[in-house]
């Protein structure tokens, strides 16, 4: 069984930075992809940004240029660099791994971490 476990969040001023961190436990299975979605208030998940095994990403156009997403300190755990946030980045951030282990894949998703920035 895969967890994640988040870390990071909480609330800051527009124009400041955060980082939220994201890491797999519990198996030594391969990456496939790993992302970060978001929900704010009223809205459906959203994927803000995503990194596969061979170190590939993409982002959402709405944070391009603002967020970076990059590989922690194991082959299954994610970093995503915020900066200049302004109040329409407010949301739940979840962190989502699809692994594979012995030709199955493993779908997980974190609890969820709030980041709130204030006007």
């Known amino acids: 069984q895969v967890q994640l476990v988040e870390s990071g969040g909480g609330a800051v001023q527009v124009g400041e930075s955060m980082r939220l961190s994201c890491a797999a436990s519990?198996?030594?299975?391969?990456?496939?992809?790993m992302c970060w979605y978001r929900q704010g208030p009223g809205e459906q998940r959203e994927l803000v940004a995503s990194?596969?095994?061979?170190?590939?990403?993409k982002y959402a156009h709405f944070v391009e240029g603002r967020f970076t997403i990059s590989r922690g300190d194991s082959e299954r755990a994610v970093n995503l660099e915020m900066t200049s946030l302004k109040p329409g980045d407010t949301a739940v951030y979840y962190c989502?791994?699809?692994?594979?282990?012995?030709?199955?894949?493993?779908?997980?998703w974190g609890q969820g971490t709030q980041v709130t920035v204030a006007s």
């Open positions: 519990g198996s030594s299975a391969s990456v496939n992809v």
């Open positions: 990194i596969t095994g061979a170190g590939d990403v």
């Open positions: 989502y791994a699809d692994l594979q282990f012995s030709g199955a894949s493993l779908v997980a």
